[in-house]
């Protein structure tokens, strides 16, 4: 049985080897699984026999392949070599040919080339031919051109023009004799039409002159007209001597009335309006063209400004004129066009103010001009709506430079506050300072002299904003829009006020880093008292354009929203500047971490700097609870992050119980001062949960507590909830000493002796170490002292 089993053993190993084998000759990929095989069932001598056996069965297989196709290999070779032969003969023959066919083309070739030259000679024979009858015609009629010049028979000259330009010149037009003649034909055509214009180019230059005294007049009676309140005294300038003049009174129309007639009676009446009209428009396009000069005083731009507009109101009076006193030179369609003209030339107000430092009544007296000039030309009836949206366009530039000035009266008012509190000794004084504010007060039970919580920084402000309202209405008015309208724009630029300059400057104030901790206070109380106080605005704006707050067409002053933002900031920086001087405190800190000295009160810097937060936030008193709160938590979380710091700082490498008992006690004097409730409605737990970690630790080493912390450690939550085996173990190895590996609890009284108390520290470590590797690895201290001062963590 023994044997049989020998020889089934030996069949299946057999029969295992060659389907290995089989894997290996098909297979294309790597051989290390069949190797492995081979290695795990331990039959490596019988696998190399049958291996090798294989290899030369397969050897004989080639052997035997090779003799079968030698034969076929030498008879393709002779096949291949007798080609050879054949193939250099092939090229001989083929270089023959070639040789042959060069030398017979090369006279066919000769010949072709001189056919070629002989036909372009030919055609350029017959092109010059073919000009020549086209330019002879064409310098015949400019011959009879100046003759008939020359004998003065202009009507003559007039068709000969028409058939030199429209029949004669457009063939021979690429010559440039031709170009030539083309552009005199307009010059001898405007030579004719010149003569018998001679008294319209004078009435022209005359209309010219005259079109600024004539716009001058025209305004002045428009004013007396509509009886408005626009003081144009200082903007027009002197006053004409009689207003009631009208046009016919200061020009003479006598010489275009003589040219309609002359050219009515030739039948060229059309003709003699289009070219009034075109150089009507070259005069539009001088008079319309505004070019200030550069450098100008504010006191010469404005004459520039008056004289610019009088001069375009005068040439619109004088068409108007001749609209009522023609037939045919002037139409509605024409000045509505010469109107469009102006309107295109003008584009915007910007190229009016091309001084970047126009200053607001700058821009209020051209407003002012503007409107008279639209009230004007409105009573010859033009349409000037573009023009009052243009003025619209004004409004806002004369915003901007209104903010402009602004900013830098809020500045001042900025750079001269004293920020502390206000005092004021009668309500007389109260009311003048408070301005519209005034009626917002809470004046109950309101003893004098009255001490108000925020400075003058806030009436001044007040005062500020009414005075901008006001300048700002000063333009919306006289522009032909609504009551609503108007307050709209007013209520729009106050908004942009208080949104860009006023926000802008409250926020570089706090940032300003000579700003001290009790000024950035001042501010954010200021910037509460104005957001509180702010909506006396919207009554001030109603109580100025006349349109309620409570009305469905009046828009809020949204703008005030932004003091929301300006507290924020204000928040902010009360934060930084708390934790600078935390900061300041701490690097006053020394700890003697190997002392044994005993010392059962606080570090010196721990005691001042509680003292001097408690004095700060005595000063909160009148900041919004939720900043006050806010700063008193910050500053919490901040002293709990810089003793955490210390504590796991890793230049320090041994501790004594001392020195930890002396952190513990300025942890016991920090968590005496979240207890008192420094700020008021402050809660104590959100001021000891930042330090709960560091107690927690402290608690745990000297109550030797780590069984609870071993047994409920939790890898998955470590970031949050636990502190990190490798923080832990690194502190508990300061308690070791490096030299005799002894626990250095040389100053306490022990249940234990020191060498228990070492191995049972050692083997804490230990497992600590252990722990540390089934999570995500070790932390620097930093970050680590980042992740648990944003929790409590509890062991």
């Keep these: 049985m023994t044997e049989e089993a020998n020889l089934e053993t030996t069949d299946t190993v057999k029969t295992h080897i060659n389907h290995l084998l089989s894997e290996l000759e098909s297979s294309e990929t790597q051989i290390t699984p069949t190797v492995r095989a081979v290695y795990e069932g331990g039959f490596e001598s019988q696998f190399a026999d049958c291996l090798t056996e294989r290899i030369g069965s397969l050897d004989k297989d080639i052997e035997i392949m090779c003799s079968y196709h030698y034969q076929g290999f030498i008879d393709c070779v002779n096949e291949l070599l007798k080609v050879q032969s054949m193939v250099k003969g092939l090229q001989s023959d083929i270089c023959n040919v070639d040789t042959m066919l060069c030398s017979n083309s090369a006279e066919l070739i000769d010949s072709h080339e001189s056919l070629i030259s002989q036909r372009l000679e030919l055609k350029n024979m017959a092109s010059t031919i073919q000009a020549i009858k086209l330019c002879i015609p064409v310098l015949e009629m400019y011959q009879k051109l100046k003759e008939e010049m020359h004998n003065k028979n202009y009507y003559s000259a007039i068709k000969i023009l028409g058939h030199l330009e429209h029949t004669y010149l457009p063939p021979i037009s690429s010559y440039s004799f031709a170009s030539i003649m083309a552009q005199q034909i307009p010059k001898t055509r405007q030579t004719i039409k010149e003569i018998s214009r001679c008294d319209l180019k004078d009435f022209l230059k005359t209309i010219r002159e005259k079109s600024h005294e004539i716009g001058l007049n025209a305004m002045w009676q428009s004013h007396q007209t509509m009886n408005t309140d626009i003081p144009i005294d200082h903007i027009l300038g002197r006053r004409p001597k009689s207003i009631e003049d009208g046009p016919l009174d200061f020009l003479n129309f006598a010489p275009i009335y003589r040219c309609l007639h002359i050219y009515s009676i030739i039948g060229e009446k059309e003709d003699f309006a289009k070219e009034y009209h075109a150089d009507r428009k070259k005069q539009a396009d001088l008079t319309f063209k505004f070019v200030p000069k550069l450098g100008d005083s504010p006191q010469e731009a404005d004459s520039y400004n008056t004289e610019y507009f009088c001069k375009v109101v005068g040439f619109f009076v004088i068409e108007n004129t001749l609209l009522h006193t023609t037939q045919g030179l002037v139409t509605h369609t024409s000045i509505d066009e010469l109107w469009n003209l102006f309107l295109s030339c003008l584009g915007n107000l910007d190229q009016l103010l091309l001084n970047k430092d126009d200053q607001p009544q700058q821009l209020l007296d051209l407003k002012l001009l503007l409107v008279l000039f639209c009230q004007t030309l409105g009573g010859y009836?033009?349409?000037?709506?573009?023009?009052?949206?243009?003025?619209?366009?004004?409004?806002?530039?004369?915003?901007?430079?209104?903010?402009?000035?602004?900013?830098?009266?809020?500045?001042?008012?900025?750079?001269?506050?004293?920020?502390?509190?206000?005092?004021?000794?009668?309500?007389?004084?109260?009311?003048?300072?408070?301005?519209?504010?005034?009626?917002?007060?809470?004046?109950?039970?309101?003893?004098?002299?009255?001490?108000?919580?925020?400075?003058?920084?806030?009436?001044?402000?007040?005062?500020?904003?009414?005075?901008?309202?006001?300048?700002?209405?000063?333009?919306?008015?006289?522009?032909?829009?609504?009551?609503?309208?108007?307050?709209?724009?007013?209520?729009?630029?106050?908004?942009?006020?208080?949104?860009?300059?006023?926000?802008?400057?409250?926020?570089?104030?706090?940032?300003?880093?000579?700003?001290?901790?009790?000024?950035?206070?001042?501010?954010?109380?200021?910037?509460?008292?104005?957001?509180?106080?702010?909506?006396?605005?919207?009554?001030?704006?109603?109580?100025?354009?006349?349109?309620?707050?409570?009305?469905?067409?009046?828009?809020?002053?949204?703008?005030?929203?932004?003091?929301?933002?300006?507290?924020?900031?204000?928040?902010?920086?009360?934060?930084?500047?708390?934790?600078?001087?935390?900061?300041?405190?701490?690097?006053?800190?020394?700890?003697?971490?190997?002392?044994?000295?005993?010392?059962?009160?606080?570090?010196?810097?721990?005691?001042?700097?509680?003292?001097?937060?408690?004095?700060?936030?005595?000063?909160?008193?009148?900041?919004?609870?939720?900043?006050?709160?806010?700063?008193?938590?910050?500053?919490?979380?901040?002293?709990?992050?810089?003793?955490?710091?210390?504590?796991?700082?890793?230049?320090?490498?041994?501790?004594?119980?001392?020195?930890?008992d002396i952190l513990d006690q300025d942890v016991i004097a920090y968590e005496g001062f979240a207890l008192d409730e420094p700020v008021k409605g402050v809660k104590n737990i959100n001021l000891l949960i930042p330090i709960q970690t560091l107690r927690n630790v402290i608690n745990m080493i000297k109550q030797s507590d780590y069984d609870k912390y071993i047994a409920e450690f939790n890898p998955s939550s470590r970031s949050s909830q636990n502190i990190a085996p490798d923080v832990l173990a690194r502190v508990l190895e300061r308690f070791l000493d490096k030299e005799n590996k002894k626990f250095s609890f040389k100053s306490f009284s022990m249940n234990k002796n020191e060498k228990e108390m070492n191995q049972l520290l050692e083997t804490v470590i230990k497992k600590l170490r252990t722990l540390n590797t089934a999570g995500s690895g070790s932390s620097t201290p930093t970050m680590i002292a980042r992740k648990l001062s944003r929790s409590n963590l509890n062991f």
């Design 381 to 660: 009836e033009l349409n000037v709506t573009k023009l009052y949206k243009l003025l619209i366009n004004l409004y806002q530039k004369y915003c901007d430079s209104l903010q402009t000035l602004w900013k830098s009266k809020f500045k001042d008012v900025f750079s001269k506050d004293n920020y502390s509190p206000l005092s004021v000794d009668s309500d007389v004084q109260l009311q003048q300072l408070m301005g519209c504010a005034y009626h917002v007060l809470d004046k109950t039970d309101a003893k004098f002299p009255l001490h108000l919580p925020f400075s003058k920084l806030v009436p001044e402000i007040f005062t500020l904003m009414e005075e901008y309202i006001e300048a700002s209405l000063q333009f919306a008015t006289h522009l032909d829009l609504s009551q609503t309208e108007v307050d709209d724009l007013v209520r729009k630029s106050t908004n942009e006020l208080l949104t860009k300059t006023l926000n802008d400057c409250l926020i570089d104030l706090i940032k300003e880093k000579n700003l001290v901790l009790s000024q950035i206070v001042q501010v954010s109380i200021n910037t509460s008292f104005l957001q509180r106080y702010s909506h006396c605005m919207e009554t001030f704006v109603s109580s100025k354009t006349g349109c309620t707050v409570s009305s469905t067409q009046a828009k809020d002053l949204y703008g005030l929203k932004m003091f929301d933002n300006v507290k924020e900031e204000a928040k902010r920086q009360i934060h930084v500047k708390l934790t600078e001087k935390i900061d300041e405190f701490f690097e006053l800190s020394r700890y003697n971490w190997t002392t044994n000295e005993v010392r059962e009160y606080p570090s010196d810097y721990m005691t001042d700097m509680l003292n001097y937060l408690n004095n700060k936030f005595k000063t909160f008193t009148q900041l919004e609870q939720s900043v006050a709160c806010g700063a008193c938590e910050e500053a919490g979380k901040h002293i709990a992050n810089k003793l955490l710091e210390i504590f796991l700082d890793p230049s320090v490498t041994q501790m004594t119980r001392v020195a930890l």
